[in-house]
């Protein structure tokens, strides 16, 4: 069964950073998309950033250009690097990976790390 353990989360001023971490842990199995999602009070979770196998990456449009997503396959990890953050930023932060095992196919999620961006 794998494991996923984020990392890094917490509070920080506007115009600060963050690098959140995610971490997957098992036995024989491979990861094709990586991803961190984050959901608001109130709100429903939303895609921020993803990373294909191939390293295509996908950005939400509010993110661009100040978080950088990236993997580490050899450590089975996940990283978001977050600059300029802004108070909108505030959410409950999962990462999500796409597993196969053996003839298995499924998603994971994190358990979730807070954000929270504030003076």
């Known amino acids: 069964q794998v494991q996923l353990v984020e990392s890094g989360g917490g509070l920080v001023q506007p115009g600060g950073s963050l690098r959140l971490s995610c971490a997957a842990s098992g036995s024989m199995f491979i990861i094709q998309n990586m991803g961190w999602y984050r959901q608001a009070p109130g709100k429903e979770r939303d895609l921020v950033a993803i990373i294909s196998r191939r390293g295509n990456i996908n950005y939400a449009n509010s993110v661009k250009g100040r978080f950088t997503i990236s993997r580490e396959d050899a450590k089975n990890t996940v990283y978001l690097q977050m600059n300029s953050l802004k108070p909108e930023d505030t959410a409950v932060y999962y990462c999500?990976?796409?597993?196969?095992?053996?003839?298995?196919?499924?998603?994971?999620w994190g358990q979730g790390t807070q954000v929270t961006v504030s003076s």
């Open positions: 999500n990976m796409r597993i196969i095992s053996g003839v298995y196919e499924y998603d994971k």
